[in-house]
């Protein structure tokens, strides 16, 4: 059974060939030491490039040359039946020369760096190429050398001469070592067994490694943990990474030919999130391969590792006096909602309103590039209308690592007619986010939505939603409060009574009859819908009283729960 590390040893010592007996110091010999030389077989991928070139046990060649000769048949005909290349294998002699009125045959001088080597094309067929190679004294006949070279495998065993092998083997070929996966869920806080199915058609190295599944949402949780490996005969396999999910293998197997079941352990702990997984496994039959191309690559059917439901991140945005834009992300913890503040960009103060549409959400997104959706369109994007009322739309997500909004969008001018301007989520229920905006006569409008990408008209044309909302001095909303899957509305009077208008999902009428929250609202000066900071699958709101000390209120509960002191350096938190 080869060692776990064969391949990582083959390619250190021959698939350069030799690439480290070009960067070593030389052998430690005498300088009268023997020329001892030595050949070898390696199995090839399509696309790499063997080299042929005899490894040097000890001595110098310092003052010899080498004959080397390549064929498809096994170096034991001096007249060279089979010599050369196959048809699209292309020859790279570097510095060693090739005679004239020979076919296969190079002409090194003695330094390895000389070694000549083929690229194998890439639809290359199963071949194996012979080689073979003898020393050529200075002065010494070329003639007697290349035949002594051709037929060095029926020589007897000599230390200046020999055979090497290159079996290369196709993509199809390669393809015929196949994996099958049994993968139950992994339990919440327990145990399972999984294992792989391996038809091995030829000896190779296999590596398992686990991940999660982009695209889906995402919580700091527990690492499951892999061990317990069972093998049947002929599979040695060892934990590479005990933890996962991850980019890394967590297992890897030397196997030989045949068919293995390869079995390991996932063990979850309590309290995790949920996630859905994949495995994926690759397997190398190649001593030379050709970059990432020639493993067989196999990916499992998404498994679950079972949990609690991951929650939407949500969180606050707080515009300090200079006009500096800082993100508050949630911990999911109610002792401690909010985690470390990120600078999200200065220049904001240009604006005299500033609102997100819905509470800003870690939605299903990548950061492979991918923008937003329409799916996905104004959760959390921000809308900023300038001290000239002109109203401009920014994007949240750019899909881009670190990035923070796109280039914003200019939705019109006229913007100054509104005393408030709110993010109201989806109130007409076509899961696009909306605005509704108050005139200074106490008309309430309602904007839908369009979730446009690619122009500025980002709403439709305003709704009258009715007067009267002059009472209020506070309008806070974006998401559900109420738990009927429909965005509602918190609105202050000027009495300090705080009432809920229920969403009813209608544009025509966007909110039901209000209910009273209570009084004592009037002591705050900000008022936020964050949505759920807390993970308790409610959405919650913060409130800042006058002297800048931050309260959560978690739903609609009148209990409050003081977050921190020093909020009053921000102008605005939306």
């Known amino acids: ?90 020859p790279n002699p570097y510095y060693c020369a090739q005679p004239a009125g020979y076919t296969g045959v190079f002409v090194c001088d003695g330094p390895v760096n000389q070694q000549p080597d083929v690229k194998i094309p890439h639809d290359a067929t199963d071949t194996t190429l012979h080689w073979g190679f003898a020393r050529l004294p200075r002065g010494g006949d070329l003639a007697e050398a290349v035949k002594e070279a051709r037929s060095a495998g029926s020589l007897p065993a000599d230390a200046g001469r020999g055979t090497g092998k290159v079996t290369v083997k196709s993509r199809a070929h390669a393809l015929l070592n196949t994996v099958g996966f049994d993968l139950p869920a992994v339990p919440e806080g327990g145990k399972v067994r999984q294992q792989l199915r391996v038809h091995a058609n030829d000896a190779g190295r296999l590596t398992l490694r686990i991940s999660d599944i982009e695209g889906q949402l995402s919580a700091n949780t527990p690492p499951l943990r892999i061990g317990g490996v069972t093998t049947t005969s002929g599979a040695v396999c060892e934990v590479r990474l005990a933890t996962l999910p991850d980019y890394l293998p967590n297992i890897a197997c030397e196997l030989k030919e045949g068919d293995h079941v390869i079995g390991y352990e996932l063990t ?138 796109a280039t914003r969008v200019r939705v019109g001018a006229g913007w100054n007619a509104y005393d408030r301007i709110v993010g109201a989520g989806d109130l007409n229920g076509d899961k696009l986010m909306d605005l509704v905006a108050r005139d200074k006569a106490g008309v309430l409008w309602f904007y839908a939505g369009t979730g446009s990408q690619t122009t500025a008209n980002r709403f439709k044309a305003r709704v009258r939603v009715g007067g009267g909302w002059g009472a209020f001095d506070r309008l806070a909303g974006g998401t559900d409060l109420t738990g009927d899957g429909r965005a509602d509305l918190l609105a202050r009077d000027k009495a300090g009574v705080l009432w809920t208008y229920p969403g009813t999902g209608r544009a025509t009428a966007p909110f039901g009859k209000p209910v009273r929250v209570g009084g004592g609202w009037g002591a705050y000066d900000q008022l936020v819908v964050t949505g759920d900071v807390t993970d308790d699958g409610k959405a919650d709101f913060v409130a800042r009283d006058r002297s800048g000390v931050l309260w959560l209120y978690q739903g609609t509960s009148s209990s409050r729960q003081r977050i921190g002191s020093g909020w009053n350096t921000y102008d605005l938190l939306f």
């Open 268 to 405: 979850s702990s309590p309290g995790r999130y949920a996630q859905k997984l994949q495995a994926f496994t690759r397997y190398d039959i190649y001593d030379l391969g050709f970059w990432d191309e020639s493993d067989v690559k196999h990916v499992s059917a998404p498994f679950a590792a079972q949990g609690r439901t991951v929650r939407p991140f949500h969180g606050l945005h707080a515009r300090d006096a200079a006009g500096k834009l800082w993100e508050y992300t949630s911990s999911r913890r109610a002792a401690a909602p909010f985690g470390p503040r990120v600078a999200m960009g200065t220049g904001w103060g240009t604006y005299s309103t500033v609102t997100s549409l819905s509470p800003y959400t870690q939605g299903p997104f990548t950061w492979d590039g991918v923008g937003p959706t329409a799916a996905t369109r104004g959760l959390g994007d921000v809308v900023g209308r300038d001290k000239s009322g002109v109203l401009w739309y920014y994007d949240r997500r750019t899909g881009v690592r670190g990035g923070t909004y």
């Open 1 to 90: 059974m080869r060692h776990l590390n064969r391949r990582t040893a083959t390619l250190s010592a021959v698939a350069g060939l030799l690439t480290t007996a070009a960067l070593l110091p030389a052998h430690p010999a005498a300088a009268a030491d023997p020329v001892r030389l030595s050949g070898y077989d390696v199995v090839a991928a399509p696309g790499a490039m063997p080299r042929f070139y005899p490894l040097v046990e000890s001595g110098t060649l310092a003052w010899d040359r080498l004959v080397i000769t390549v064929g498809t048949q096994p170096m034991t005909d001096p007249e060279g039946a089979g010599a050369g290349f196959p048809k699209g294998y292309v």
